[in-house]
């Protein structure tokens, strides 16, 4: 379904898989932000790998209700990464706005619209966010909307952020050469990383947005995750960025990676140490793997010998540690 219209500035994607809920929401949260002059400049491209026809139907419910065109795919199970690449080819915007499950305040569509057409060399925009349920709580705190002075400042400031599938608007233009480099780290769960940082290494100017348009969900320390969380944080997030050593400076590359490693190995340990088996707690917390990469960082060996530890001492440590930690909010 949709139509020709050409001269998309915006094409806004979303990846679904059994997940009418969601595609509702998303539908509901953007369609009162559309009127006849941003309507005319945008398009929404789905690719729904479900099996049944809930999806489809709901889609078909809103192709009614709103002039926005809508470009629906029904495919099979292929998977995130390989649905973030789809979704990219098939874009006609010059710009593509991923989404996830996260919620839009008003004005968010409009602002970016605003941006690109400011701004025609710009590469890339990164959309500052909050916790839904706390507005004090935003992941960025500047004072201004800004360009980036380079590319290299992005990753330092933004770090393992730029994998915020909502946050990262890019330029198609940009992104296109290395989307079938990309198909070599589809099941990582960074492939729109991987594209990010391309985009970054080609790009040519670098907008962040203040106002955190993007209302997101807390994520619960040890509830389960579809994927692997180790794996994807502690060891594939190391591969996309290494990817990229020779594009960024070498030092914030290194940061970048000691940054990341030290929040996967702490989470590894606490959760272990609470008991839990899914997302960082995982049974098997793949030390090979990441002594491959990590060997030549000093916190690794700090890390291994509590990797190695049972879980009955991480669980009496971790008491010890919240005895104290407590004991300070006490005196404090």
Known sequence: MGDNRSNIILSICLAT?????????FFDNIIFQLNSEISSRIEIVVRDDSA??????????????????????????????????????????????????????????KKILNIIESNSKVSLIYVNSRNIDDDKDVAFNKDEDC?????NQVLKEINDQLGFITATIFRKSDAIRE????????GTSWVNLFII??????????????????????????????????????????????EFKDKFDKKIIRKALADK???????????????????FGSRTPKIKQ???CY?????????????????SALRYLYKIYKFFQNTRKIIR
């Open 197 to 242: 940082l391309s985009v970054l290494a080609r790009g040519e100017k670098f907008y962040f947005v203040k106002n955190p348009y993007i209302l997101s969900f807390p994520k619960l320390p040890g509830e389960a995750r579809w994927y692997d969380s180790f794996q994807v944080h502690g060891i594939n997030y190391f591969l996309i960025v290494q």
């Open 295 to 311: 060997w030549n960082f000093p916190e690794f060996y700090i890390a291994l010998p509590l990797f190695l530890m049972p879980r």
């Open 179 to 186: 989307l079938e480099a990309a198909y070599k780290y589809t």
């Open 147 to 151: 360009f980036f002075n380079n590319r």
């Open 52 to 109: 049944n026809t809930e999806t489809e139907n709901l889609i078909n419910d809103y192709y009614k209700k709103i002039s926005v065109p809508i470009r629906y795919f029904k495919g099979k199970k292929e998977g995130l990464d390989a649905t973030v690449i789809f979704l990219t080819k098939e874009a006609r915007g010059k710009y593509v706005w991923w989404f996830g499950d996260d919620i839009l305040t008003d004005g968010a569509i």
């Open 290 to 292: 990441m002594f491959k």
């Open 17 to 25: 898989y059994n997940q009418p809920d969601k595609v509702k929401i």
């Open 261 to 279: 490693f030290s929040r996967a190995w702490r989470a590894v340990i606490v959760e272990r140490a609470r008991g839990f088996t899914t997302g």
